[in-house]
């Protein structure tokens, strides 16, 4: 599982330089992590499946070949959610459940 949090619409869902990313084993059920140290803000999480270890979201014309979820869970559409579609405000402790989607 790769997971990345972003508090720039720039950086996301692409975890670009600048973001807190983490990579977890995957296993069946619930998976729980910790982002630390994370000032209050406006946030987006994108997370992956990396079923194969290659580090990146395989496509198939497209469309994501690996579980992918994104905070707020924004509904399914042909392009990748935005940054305010997915946008969370953290202020002190907060959690997130993510529900990890799987078209192909």
């Not at 496509?59 to 940054?83: D, H, I, Y």
Request: a positive charge; proline letters at 9%.
């Amino acid at each position: 599982m790769h997971i990345c949090l972003t508090g720039r619409a720039d950086a996301f869902p692409v975890c670009a330089p600048g973001s807190q990313k983490a990579s977890i084993p995957a296993r069946k059920g619930a998976i729980r992590y910790e982002f630390s140290n994370i000032p209050d803000g406006d946030y987006a999480v994108a997370a992956f499946h990396d079923a194969n270890g290659n580090g990146i979201l395989d496509k198939m014309v497209g469309m994501p070949r690996e579980g992918f979820a994104f905070s707020q869970n924004p509904p399914l559409r042909p392009r990748a959610p935005t940054f305010k579609e997915c946008s969370f405000t953290l202020k002190g402790h907060g959690a997130l459940h993510l529900k990890m989607r799987y078209i192909l």
